[in-house]
């Protein structure tokens, strides 16, 4: 990339020093990379992709926060003052802002461009897989959840409380990641990791059995 987006990296780092390591720069670097990849075709403003790859959470709120809906407003309206720091023109930015406006979750938001698109599937990657584990884990422990319920881990009997058992996740929203993918290569890497994250919970079974 060039000295510009060479300054923007090194604005935005700091708002990753948040003591979150399922949102630390380490994730921002792992989406930047996995947005690389699904936009291998050439079909988008490979730079406006990368800003909002690298500004998508520059503000982060926690899962449980009441204002969580609103994080990806509140990050597209730091991200402009960096973007604007940094020397970006007014076009420039108001694409990334869209960018980096549209890629949330809670949100659940269409994306209204090839880049936005990317970065969802990018994002929601991150989320599976081996560092989804980890990732999924951490949060856990910032709820204070237990890592399942010992009555009934799998949930036969009752409803899936995410928020209490951390195992619970799986079946809650990682596991319908896939199907909500925009790209094929996203989808296809998805059901990849999702694979991974099943022969995890059939060794957890046979770990936890009784």
């Avoid at 604007?84 to 890629?103: C, P, R, T």
């Avoid at 989320?127 to 856990?140: D, H, K, Q, T, Y």
Wanted: charged share 30%; aromatic share 8%.
């Amino acid at each position: 990339m060039n000295q510009r987006f060479e300054h923007l990296v090194e604005l935005a780092k700091p708002s990753y020093n948040n003591g979150d390591p399922a949102h630390s720069f380490a994730h921002i670097k792992r989406v930047m990379l996995l947005c690389e990849k699904l936009a291998a075709d050439g079909k988008t403003e490979k730079e406006v992709l990368m800003a909002g790859a690298l500004l998508h959470d520059v503000v982060n709120l926690p899962k449980n926060h009441p204002r969580r809906s609103e994080a990806s407003t509140m990050a597209a309206t730091k991200a402009r003052g960096l973007l604007e720091e940094a020397g970006y023109d007014e076009e420039f930015i108001s694409k990334a802002l869209v960018v980096v406006y549209e890629h949330s979750y809670s949100l659940g938001k269409k994306p209204s461009c090839p880049e936005s698109a990317i970065l969802q599937d990018a994002d929601r990657l991150d989320a599976l897989g081996a560092i989804g584990l980890m990732r999924m884990i951490s949060c856990g422990v910032s709820f204070k959840a237990d890592f399942y319920d010992e009555e009934d881990p799998f949930a036969k009997e009752r409803s899936f409380d995410d928020k209490r058992f951390t195992l619970d996740h799986f079946y809650t929203k990682l596991f319908k990641l896939p199907e909500l993918m925009n790209t094929e290569a996203g989808e296809l890497e998805a059901r990849e990791r999702v694979a991974y994250m099943k022969s995890f919970i059939e060794q957890l079974r046979l770990e936890i059995s009784q």
